[in-house]
């Protein structure tokens, strides 16, 4: 009758490290991580399951103040992750520039406990950490903070140890074999939009939706068809680049990584398409799983 269950938060600016962060918690690749900012568009469910425990952590996209509707939904998202959970981590990167009055706003909102965790600190001095966790303190007076590098797994387990003694006496919410509430198909589309974030600049990155259309197994290989889509011929051509030198890089990269995701033989076949303006449509939006 001892087993706690309970759902964490993670939430900050873009960029923070969130999803390093829940990837080191998890101990598995459950969210793409790149250089740029709002690479995280769902709210993405890790469990990390144990005889006595059941953490059940969403990975959020980072907060920000929206300018067309797919950054609403993703705002959506954050929101939604914070009702109900049982702890808050707020990741926040000691060289933070932007301005975090939203994130801040949002948890003097709630009634969970906040964790302040002060990431990267890979990169900056002693001194720069005791100011910020003083900062932060005089800030938010949080539960607790820690600093922290998710990158290379520094003071991780100690946060760990934090959620498991601050979550609440319940049974599992999920059977204790599940890792996430996302399908193959996920993984796999969010596997190759990574791509596309790490090998395009601009408005590339931020125009494009990956849908995975075909997914078979077959005894020895697992073939995958997925449209890239963009929201102008101009970003299609981009995209193939010359010869399609662009979209081959894409899809040997993508599907390495899917490779090693699942542990086999992948054949990734990739198609170009342009939805003018899908980021601002509803009926695109519900369809590719922003809006319900
Ligand atoms: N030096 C250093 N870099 C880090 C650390 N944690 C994350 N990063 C880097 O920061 C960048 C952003 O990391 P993400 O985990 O994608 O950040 P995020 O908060 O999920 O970003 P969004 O999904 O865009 O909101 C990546 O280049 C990471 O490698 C850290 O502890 N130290
Ligand atoms: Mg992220």
Redesign the pocket.
């Known amino acids: 009758m001892s087993h706690k269950a309970g759902f964490v938060s993670i939430i900050?600016k873009?960029?923070?490290?969130?999803?390093?962060?829940m990837n080191a918690l998890v101990g598995e690749k459950m969210?793409i991580?790149?250089?740029?900012?709002?690479?995280?568009r769902h709210r993405i469910m890790g469990i990390v399951n144990d005889e006595e425990h059941q953490i059940i952590f969403l990975?959020t996209?980072?907060v920000i103040k929206p300018n067309y509707s797919l950054q609403e939904s993703m705002m959506n998202f954050v929101q939604g992750s914070l009702i109900g959970a049982d702890v808050i981590l707020f990741?926040t990167d000691i060289h933070e520039k932007y301005d975090e009055n939203d994130v801040i706003e949002k948890l003097r909102n709630t009634s969970s406990p906040v964790a302040v965790l002060i990431?990267?600190i890979?990169?900056s001095s002693e001194a720069e950490v005791r100011d910020k966790i003083a900062f932060w303190q005089e800030t938010l007076n949080p539960d607790t903070v820690y600093a922290?590098?998710?990158?290379?797994n520094h003071g991780v387990p100690g946060i760990m140890e934090y959620i498991k003694e601050k979550l609440p006496v319940h049974p599992p919410y999920y059977d204790k074999d599940e890792l996430t509430d996302k399908n193959m198909r996920f993984f796999v589309s969010e596997m190759i939009r990574e791509k596309i974030f790490k090998l395009y600049d601009k408005e590339i990155p931020y125009s494009t939706e990956v849908v995975v259309t075909s997914y078979k197994e077959e005894a020895n290989i697992t073939r995958i068809a997925a449209e890239i889509i963009v929201e102008r011929d101009s970003q299609k051509n981009i995209l193939i680049g010359k010869a399609g030198s662009m979209i081959k890089k894409v899809g040997t990269y993508a599907r390495e990584d899917i490779e090693e995701f699942i542990g086999g033989k992948v054949f990734l076949e990739l198609f170009v398409k342009v939805i003018p303006d899908w980021r601002r449509k509803s009926t695109y939006l519900k369809k590719f799983g922003y809006e319900e």
Request: charged residues 20%; glycine residues 10%; aromatic residues 0%.
């Open positions: 900050g873009p960029n923070a490290g969130k999803s390093t962060l969210s991580i790149t250089p740029k900012a709002q690479t995280t990975d996209p980072g990741v990431n990267k890979d990169k922290i590098s998710a990158l290379l």
